[in-house]
């Protein structure tokens, strides 16, 4: 029923054949703060494309989904530290040359920054400098943890979804 490369998928995936933006599945974060946090920068991103400050809607018409598949694919597998190659959609982005998938968010979330909350800013500083919440959850928990450190890592993430503040 779903495809596999969007039921992982994290925001707005732009659908140009169709002129539509799908909005896909986001991971729910650590505490609802963060994921109001996510939901504001996409929205405020989505917004500044469509407005085109970002390239505008025209630029990205022309992009073949298969191109943005393979990149799209190798996003969710190694995420923010993804090589961006791809010229016509960096320019779209309005960034010049070679880029990471975390540089590129970087850009988005720098170009929208006066539009977001404080608390939307500091969730998205924190995603951007340290990771998604998976990655850091692998940076508390280490690449082997035992029982122990995992049981001592999701007590403090219930931790921080009780009292709604960020997991750093």
Not at 17 to 35: H, N, S, T
Not at 133 to 162: M, N, Q
Request: charged share 25%.
């Amino acid at each position: 029923v779903m495809d596999r490369h969007f039921a992982n998928s994290r925001g707005a995936i732009a659908r140009f054949d169709r002129g539509a933006i799908e909005v896909r599945v986001i991971d729910l974060q650590e505490c609802p703060m963060m994921d109001l946090a996510v939901a504001e920068v996409l929205v405020a991103v989505t917004r500044a494309l469509v407005e085109g400050r970002l390239g505008g809607p025209e630029a990205f018409k022309d992009l073949p989904e298969e191109e943005l598949l393979g990149v799209f694919t190798e996003v969710i597998r190694t995420g923010r530290a993804t090589p961006i190659a791809h010229p016509r959609l960096l320019a779209a982005m309005g960034l010049g040359g070679p880029s990471t998938a975390g540089a590129v968010w970087e850009h988005l979330a720098a170009t929208v920054e006066q539009e977001l909350s404080p608390d939307a800013r500091n969730g998205i500083a924190l995603i951007l400098e340290h990771g998604s919440l998976a990655e850091r959850i692998l940076a508390c928990t280490g690449s082997t943890p035992d029982r122990d450190r995992i049981v001592a890592v999701y007590r403090e993430l219930a931790d921080h979804l009780e009292a709604d503040t960020f997991f750093a």
